[in-house]
């Protein structure tokens, strides 16, 4: 999308707005008789416009007819009237200040994300496939699992490693290879680009971990895919991030009001999960604090402010680092956490009892795809019903199921340590959310819990360090990592009980760690397409920090598809949405509109 920006700002010269290339700015065009305008629109084959007054009807007119494609209109003076011509969307900017501009890119962006056609699915024949088999047992798939079987859909579960419990860590993938927590809030899934317009192109992908970067392999070893995947994280410009990051909530807030509803429809989902409600937000520098807190005062998630002082007072266990100074300040915002394994324990055991059928260590090596690049099949163990509808959610260990598909290449890895100590001393009561500007575990969570013999614990996992397309990381930043996390508890809970021994193995390790399916975007990935059998093949993950926080809206936008019926998700998290927006050629629009999938 090339989009044509003339309101004069002398600070868009310092921004990174116009690094992408596909922003025309000439704000010598904002006061040019509405011809040049147009002129320039035409020649630089422009679908979108923001400038400070509303161009006269004959030049929509003229814009509507000789560029193609859908095309957006923003300006700050002006009255929507007469109507534009065809295939024009108006939108209204507050001014001219840099904000107002990355407001107007932004909503042009989303507004073509929206519009762009998503695959039209054929309806199966007959009344429609009633039979699912889901590909991978994370968490995201069993509560998509559990929206099916409540809808009617007979379900089976293909999973590549044992079943959870019966072998160690290191054979599974985050949900149940990394620790016993789980945490929901607002802005759990987020956006880590530059959002500061004038800050620099971040490096976090190429610096090691052990110098405060992300990077936990020898820079030397990562492959060309591997560089053009931190390429593409390095070109999102600030504005195109805050609008990811409002996607992104926007679904973490879909998924909050799922969470409430399946609590509500299934309590004894949660039952002996160690269920814990309201998050405790902490940060050691002042700035960092006042930031947080504007951050989710725009969104509405606080619940309660608390300086020093009051978190010394509210929560004896973090009285000294609140009183030695290194606590700024906390605040109680919505959400929750719980013992994940504990919680799969209990959906799988609620699964099997309805009749869903698991089955574990059974990998699908391949889809199979004729020369028309059609879904014909998968290669796996257990043969998968031509019957049934497929859906794959594979974290970072299925890059075979991704290929030939728009997502291929798209997921990569991203790691977190964990480990555990005691909550006897302190008495924690909420889960936390720490934040230590600049260190090199610089976000950690907290989660209060108790081991397999009821001892009281804390949970406690942090790190970022980036795999890429392999699952190994680099010795030195697990190292890193590590240290990282003990320095964090040796300053919040420096008067901690020792942790006895646990009955069960799993529970018993000084440091572990998980790799998590992250993204160039930040944002998920969601596609479907039909196969042969006419039935659907849907794709979803990549959803970085955030695949337990939104896996009930993942599982209503599964639902959705196979009911034939739109669903957000499926535009927002479109894995070519940043691609089909960064070239200036137009999507392709079906000639004929394919009808939707048929549902019951």
Not at 375 to 392: E, I, Q, R
Not at 465 to 482: M, N, S, W
Not at 540 to 549: E, L
Request: aromatic share 8%; glycine share 10%.
């Amino acid at each position: 999308m090339k989009i044509l920006l003339t309101i004069a700002n002398a600070g868009l010269e310092t921004s990174d707005f116009l690094r992408s290339g596909n922003i025309v700015y000439d704000p010598s065009l904002d006061t040019a008789p509405d011809e040049k305008v147009t002129d320039a629109l035409v020649l630089h084959g422009a679908t979108g416009l923001i400038t400070s007054r509303r161009p006269g009807a004959e030049m929509l007119r003229r814009w509507s007819q000789d560029v193609t494609g859908v095309k957006c209109l923003s300006y700050a003076a002006g009255c929507a009237y007469p109507p534009a011509g065809a295939g024009i969307v108006e939108f209204r900017h507050d001014g001219s200040s840099l904000e107002a501009i990355a407001t107007a890119l932004g909503r042009c962006e989303r507004h073509v994300a929206l519009a762009r056609p998503v695959q039209q699915l054929p309806a199966p024949d007959g009344a429609g496939s009633r039979e699912v088999v889901l590909i991978g047992a994370g968490i995201v798939n069993l509560i998509t699992a559990v929206r099916l079987t409540e809808d009617g859909f007979r379900v089976t579960v293909l999973d590549r490693s044992p079943a959870p419990g019966t072998a160690p860590w290191r054979a599974y993938g985050c949900s149940h290879g990394g620790d016993d927590a789980r945490m929901f809030t607002f802005t759990e899934m987020d956006d880590y680009h530059n959002q500061d317009f004038h800050g620099a192109v971040p490096d976090l992908f190429r610096r090691p971990v052990e110098l405060g970067g992300w990077l936990a392999r020898d820079p030397r070893s990562l492959s060309a895919e591997e560089r053009s995947w931190i390429e593409e994280f390095e070109r999102v410009p600030s504005w195109l991030a805050r609008t990811y990051n409002e996607d992104i909530f926007s679904l973490s807030a879909e998924a909050a009001g799922e969470w409430e509803h399946l609590r509500r429809r299934r309590p004894e989902l949660f039952e002996g999960v160690v269920l814990a409600d309201g998050i405790l937000r902490v940060y050691s520098d002042p700035d960092h604090f006042e930031a947080a807190l504007a951050r989710h005062r725009a969104i509405g998630a606080v619940l309660r402010e608390q300086t020093a002082t009051e978190l010394a007072r509210d929560h004896p266990a973090l009285a000294r680092p609140a009183r030695d100074g290194t606590l700024a300040g906390g605040l109680l915002v919505p959400g929750f956490t719980l013992n994940v394994h504990k919680f799969t324990g209990r959906i799988i055991d609620w699964l099997e009892h309805r009749g869903v059928r698991f089955h574990w260590d059974t990998e699908v090596t391949r889809v199979r795809r004729d020369a028309a690049g059609t879904v014909t099949g998968f290669d796996c163990p257990v043969p998968l019903p031509g019957t049934a509808h497929v859906v794959a959610s594979p974290g970072v260990y299925g890059p075979e199921l991704l290929r030939g598909t728009p997502c291929e290449g798209k997921i990569h890895g991203v790691l977190g340590g964990w480990t555990r100590i005691s909550n006897r001393a302190g008495r924690l009561g909420n889960s936390l959310k720490v934040g230590r500007r600049g260190h090199v575990t610089e976000d950690a969570n907290v989660t209060v819990g108790r081991d397999a013999d009821g001892q009281e614990i804390l949970i406690v996992g942090s790190g970022y360090g980036y795999t890429g397309a392999a699952t190994e990381p680099d010795e030195r930043a697990l190292t890193a990592i590590r240290l990282g996390i003990l320095d964090t508890i040796e300053r919040l809970f420096p008067d901690r009980a020792g942790l006895g021994a646990s009955s069960a193995a799993g529970d018993n390790y000084a440091f572990k760690y998980c790799i998590r399916p992250w993204t160039a975007t930040s944002l998920g990935l969601y596609h479907a397409e039909v196969t042969s059998g006419a039935r659907l093949f849907v794709i979803n993950g990549g959803h970085n920090t955030g695949g337990f926080a939104q896996a009930p809206a993942v599982a209503r936008a599964v639902l959705a598809s196979l009911s034939g019926a739109p669903h957000p998700m499926h535009a927002l998290y479109h894995p070519e949405r940043f691609s089909a927006f960064m070239t200036d050629k137009e999507p392709p629009v079906p000639a004929v509109p394919l009808p939707l999938a048929a549902g019951n």
